[in-house]
């Protein structure tokens, strides 16, 4: 269910803040900015080094690295963002000055900058989900390898989905990363690594939701569950990364897979009579609130904060009652199975 919301908030985010047209970018006056800006170098006052490189009688007689492609290309990519960045800018500064409100630009809104980090609060938020599911990860690897007793002869964890709660945290940190470093820079690589990520926890979630949810130990029933659904989520990725990237199919894709796996942790929760399923309601109840804030999309606060970004914020102690929820089952568990032993 959670994997629900996160990765839900995963792929809208990747979604929402990808690079596509808006009114901002429509506008003439800003794209003759650009325009001028990857040309020459320079929007008003303010000089891009990035894009002086090409002008310049100094890069034939410039070092080696100065002339390799891949250096090259990193340098337009630079240029490219840092023209847009800036013509945005003193686009929305006139704007405000004619009373016009925010808009937004290649389907973000007008952030200011901090460095590096193009969105520093949703890159900021993110890397601390990042480092929330790390902490729960690790904190649940401790309880079920040291803290719960062990199988006597197999020396293995009593609970029966300790190996897919191991995946499940690998698949949320590396999506949380992407999601982090796609924040920072909005290239067309992290953006696919993002959505990409995104994806692939969406689809465990699903697997680990059903196999929890149906009780199946199983290890034939398990691969019959999982192998149709990694099978699809492996093509998915790789039809919208290297066939079309298609975000209304892709939205309708997530949207089955987050419906599917609602449900499946709503028959566990209401069957089950263990004491944790309530962290479930709760998880369910503030997930359901934090969609909110996505769809009252309104422009940062000082530049900064947008409901995005707090949707990311919202995340955080949702993450945390999560894995409180994974070792709260892998208690109950492993003490109804030692029980059995006895
Ligand atoms: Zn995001």
Known sequence: MVGLWFSLVLVIGSLVGGLHASAGDA?????ACVGEC??????????????????????????????EPLYLQW???NCGSDCCYHCMLQRENERQELGLA???????????RIYVFQEPASAAF?????????????????????KLPLRPQSKRTYYEYTGLWHIYGFLAMNAWLWSALFHTRDFELIEKFDYS???????????LSLLRAFDIKDEATRVMYAAPILAFVTTHILYLNFY?????????????????????????AGRTPQPHRLKIW???????????????????WGGYLDAHALWHATTIPLTCLWWSFAKADAEHRTAVLVKKAK
């Open 27 to 31: 506008d003439p006056i800003y794209r």
């Open 282 to 300: 709760a998880i369910v109840l503030g997930g359901a609130v934090a969609m909110l804030l996505e769809t009252y999309d309104f422009a940062p």
């Open 102 to 112: 925010p808009i937004k630009y290649h389907g973000k809104w007008p952030f200011k």
């Open 126 to 146: 993110s890397a601390l989900n990042l480092v929330m599911h790390f902490n729960g990860w690790l904190s649940f690897f401790i309880l079920v390898n040291y």
């Open 197 to 207: 990520s995104a994806v692939a926890l969406l689809g465990f979630s699903l697997i």
């Open 38 to 67: 990857e040309k020459t170098g320079h929007v008003g006052d303010i000089t891009i080094p990035h894009c002086l490189i090409w002008h310049s009688d100094q890069m034939k007689n410039s070092s080696w690295y100065m002339q």
């Open 75 to 77: 340098k337009q990519l």
């Open 244 to 268: 079309e990237l298609d975000f209304g199919w892709n939205m309708k894709v997530c949207t089955v897979m987050g419906v599917a796996q609602l449900l499946s942790w709503a028959i566990w």
